[in-house]
């Protein structure tokens, strides 16, 4: 079975630019997440989408936005990029509320 | 004050010890609680999940969850050097998954 699948697994951008970052969940799975995590730290919550709805929202600025597709798959994007916007961003998905399984992340670098 | 705390190490054991790692909380609304392991540059990969209090055995794994002092703990039995790792705790009560910072383990040969 694919698990969670993530494009591209890393990229660079200039400060200022946007980037859309691209998620498959596992088949079967209505539910996907999207974290931020820093070096060092954990995972941080940005935003859950279920059955194409947002249900909910972490503590993010309206530069970051998502949405996700009649086929669960789904996409985040950041705009106008800071330096502080460089991280590994993580897609979860979940057949509920429940366990998440992650994907490998997307590196993210802003110069 | 974070909803969670976890000690971030660094834990370096010889390869055959247990390695004990701890969570604590402070939101008594967490229901469901998890294990991840997460290798270098990689994406969390769930070890252990569990809702209730009390113990969850998965091969040398072994998951404990005491909700009435909001402590959770992970044991890893006869470790070996492809356990080292950043260990993550995690929790939810809805769709929310709260983390903690890692503990990163070296289990040496």
């Known amino acids: ?111 | 004050q974070k909803e969670v705390e976890q000690d971030p190490g660094p834990l370096s054991v010889p390869e055959g010890a247990i390695v004990s790692l701890n969570c604590t909380y402070s939101n008594s609304a967490f229901q469901y609680f998890m294990w991840y392991r997460q290798y270098s540059r990689k994406g969390p990969e769930l070890l252990m999940y569990t809702y209730s209090s009390g113990n969850k055995e998965d091969g040398r794994f072994t998951a404990q969850v005491d909700k009435s002092s909001k402590y959770i703990s992970l044991f890893i039995r006869d470790s070996q050097p492809s356990d080292s790792a950043t260990y993550l705790c995690a929790m939810n009560n809805d769709y929310k998954l709260s983390f903690g910072a890692g503990t990163t383990v070296t289990v040496r040969a």
């Not at chain 1, 931020?36 to 972490?58: A, D, N, S």
């Not at chain 1, 086929?71 to 897609?91: H, Q």
Request: proline share 5%; aromatic share 12%; net charge neutral.
């Open chain 1, 1 to 111: 079975d694919a698990g969670v699948t993530q494009s591209p697994t890393h990229l660079i951008k200039t400060r200022g630019q946007q980037v859309t970052l691209r998620c498959s969940p596992i088949s079967g799975h209505k539910s996907v997440s999207w974290y931020q995590q820093v070096l060092g730290q954990g995972p941080q919550f940005i935003f859950q989408y279920y059955e194409k709805e947002e249900r909910g929202r972490g503590n993010f600025p309206d530069r970051f936005s998502a949405r996700q597709f009649p086929n669960y798959s789904s996409e985040l994007n950041v705009n106008a990029l800071l330096l502080g916007d460089s991280a590994l961003y993580l897609c979860a998905s979940s057949p509920v509320d429940t366990e998440a399984f992650f994907g490998q992340g997307t590196r993210l670098t802003v110069v």
